[in-house]
């Protein structure tokens, strides 16, 4: 039987560094924001209906969706992001299901930042919440996207807080130290599971 597990957390606690550290101890991970972009390329029916949804203007020259438009678009804006999220998860979903029924390991992560907003918590055995202090939020946030203490704010303030997501949680695993640190957090996680 397959054991899925659903990884999720805030926007820069370290969900893509606890993926490539579950995909370098042989872990099968599905990532639905990757999912997501394949779905958006150039061309593709969903990027087709993302610019009926907002308009051309999220397209950059060339055709391709301009995402840093996008998120300008939807980050502050609750009904427009209501209305991209109704547009993409049912779309993410099908093709997670698909995914995941089509993998042959027996234990299988899901890395879904808005696993509990979007309502995939009901494809999972449990959840892990990866969680960092805001004011590191903040910090990594802004140096990896270079935008403002402000901006940053916005994107955090946009999602469910962190709170809420580890009272939803099954699993809670802090990321506010080292690498180091943090393997050793997701190497007792697996024992465990």
Do not use: C
Not at 108 to 113: A, E, G, H, M, T
Request: hydrophobic share 45%; aromatic share 4%.
């Amino acid at each position: 039987m397959k054991r899925i597990i659903g990884l999720t957390g805030g926007i820069a606690t370290g969900k893509s560094t606890v993926t490539k550290i579950l995909q370098k101890k042989g872990i099968k991970v599905i990532d639905a924001d990757k999912i997501a972009h394949e779905m958006q390329k150039k061309g593709s029916p969903v990027l087709v209906g993302l610019t009926d949804l907002f308009g051309p203007d999220i397209l950059t020259k060339e055709g391709q969706l301009n995402r840093e438009h996008l998120g300008s678009i939807i980050f502050g804006d609750v009904l427009k992001k209501e209305l991209l999220d109704a547009y993409m998860f049912p779309r993410i979903k099908d093709e997670l299901i698909k995914l995941i029924n089509e993998a042959n390991e027996s234990l299988i992560f899901i890395d879904v930042p808005l696993l509990f907003e979007a309502g995939f918590d009901n494809l999972v055995h449990q959840s892990v919440v990866i969680a960092a202090d805001e004011s590191i939020q903040i910090e990594r946030l802004m140096k990896r996207n270079n935008i403002s203490r402000v901006e940053a704010l916005k994107r955090i303030s946009s999602q469910m807080s962190i709170k809420q997501k580890v009272e939803l949680a099954d699993i809670v695993i802090e990321n506010n130290g080292s690498y180091e640190e943090l393997e050793f957090a997701i190497n007792n996680m697996i024992t465990n599971l």
